[in-house]
């Protein structure tokens, strides 16, 4: 008798593993299947009618027109907000976009009690602060010292608070304001699906290892943004928010490398923009100075950042990859600098996309988007 307990609780042990485990397989690989199925129903311009939409995560859909209701103003407060930001400061536009680009990058799992907990994609964990059993994703390297333009968000949000309390979250204000600061800049408008939830956590460690590196090539950006559900055509049309911003010299040292070592350069080099690059980098501190991503249109939103990467003058090392290490990227380059309407169009298209990489519906809506309610 004894040895039959034992026995059945032995089975018992093996099948809670193996159900476990089943569960493990089962949530890590939901992100995928849920990418692949949803972004294949995107609207080619970017439109759609309101409550209809699509999300990317664990259930939330999400919608076009879902605060017409229940916050009529939201919109017209983001904009509003960023178009001050930005005509105080043009490099706020580029700081805006990027903040919702670092957002929706950045995916984690964690092991708790037997399920996996996934902390995915646009849920503003970008902005939460760190906290005695929270460190976030602000002093991840890609980070530190670099993503600005939290307080604009603050002041978005407290102004959301006073009009429609917990209704907005600080995720659908990133959107809206990567979408306003492109609209200010000059660039295209489209529609913005809401309904994301706020996440209760963030990492620091999947901010360090999601992110591409500016010094990333072809095949690495590549399988990145493929593992996100976004295609190549995507990858370039998304890269060309480089039009925007400035960079630090310890952002594109490679680069410089053939004016360093004496080495021959790189196919599609452009020597004496990176000789002008060089200067710049020896006469201040690398760790301080800065320059323009797109040095002729550096506070327009344009297909320019295309046209200069053709002429090697592409800044960061993973963005003169795209025109030199791959026919494919190559080929898109170039129809973007022939075209600006089709960049254009590729470009509204990406973002719906990236912006419905969203989580589960565990989430909430922040009051303050530095921390959790």
């Excluded at 229940?70 to 976009?97: F, G, H, K, N």
């Amino acid at each position: 008798m004894l040895i039959l307990k034992k026995k059945v609780e032995r089975d018992h042990i093996t099948m809670k593993n193996l159900f476990n485990l089943f569960l493990i397989v089962l949530l890590v690989s939901m992100p995928v299947l849920s990418l692949a199925a949803n972004f294949s129903e995107t609207c080619e311009d970017g439109s759609g009618e309101p409550g209809s939409g699509f999300g990317i995560g664990f259930g939330i859909v999400l919608e076009f027109g879902l605060y017409r209701n229940s916050c009529p103003e939201a919109e017209s407060i983001v904009y509003s907000w960023v178009e001050t930001a930005v005509l105080q400061d043009p490099r706020m536009a580029a700081s805006l976009l990027r903040l919702h680009f670092h957002d929706c990058f950045v995916n984690a799992s964690a092991l708790i009690l037997y399920f996996v907990l996934i902390i995915l994609g646009c849920d503003a964990s970008v902005l939460l602060d760190d906290t005695e059993g929270l460190v976030g994703e602000k002093t991840a390297p890609p980070n530190l010292n670099s993503l600005r333009g939290f307080e604009v968000i603050d002041s978005i949000k407290a102004d959301l608070e006073s009009v429609c309390p917990e209704t907005v979250s600080c995720a659908d204000i990133l959107a809206m304001a990567a979408r306003d600061s492109v609209v200010v800049s000059g660039g295209p408008s489209w529609d913005v699906e809401v309904g994301r939830k706020d996440g209760r956590t963030a990492s620091k460690q999947a901010a360090t290892t999601s992110l591409p590196s500016p010094n990333s090539t072809v095949p690495t950006l590549t399988s990145i943004f493929q593992n996100l559900g976004l295609s190549q055509t995507d990858m370039v049309a998304l890269s060309g928010g480089h039009t925007l911003g400035k960079a630090k010299c310890t952002s594109f040292t490679a680069r410089l490398q053939p004016q360093q070592t004496g080495q021959p350069a790189n196919h599609g080099d452009n020597l004496e923009f990176l000789e002008s690059l060089q200067q710049l980098c020896s006469t201040v501190d690398t760790s301080v100075a800065i320059t323009q991503l797109d040095l002729v249109t550096p506070s327009t939103f344009d297909n320019q950042y295309y046209v200069n990467l053709l002429s090697g003058e592409g800044l960061l090392p993973s963005d003169q990859a795209l025109a030199v290490q791959d026919p494919g990227t190559k080929e898109i380059v170039e129809t973007y600098a022939a075209d600006q309407s089709v960049f254009f169009k590729d470009f509204k298209n990406a973002m719906v996309k990236m912006g419905g990489i969203t989580g589960g519906n565990e989430g909430e809506i922040r009051r303050n988007c530095r921390a959790v309610n």
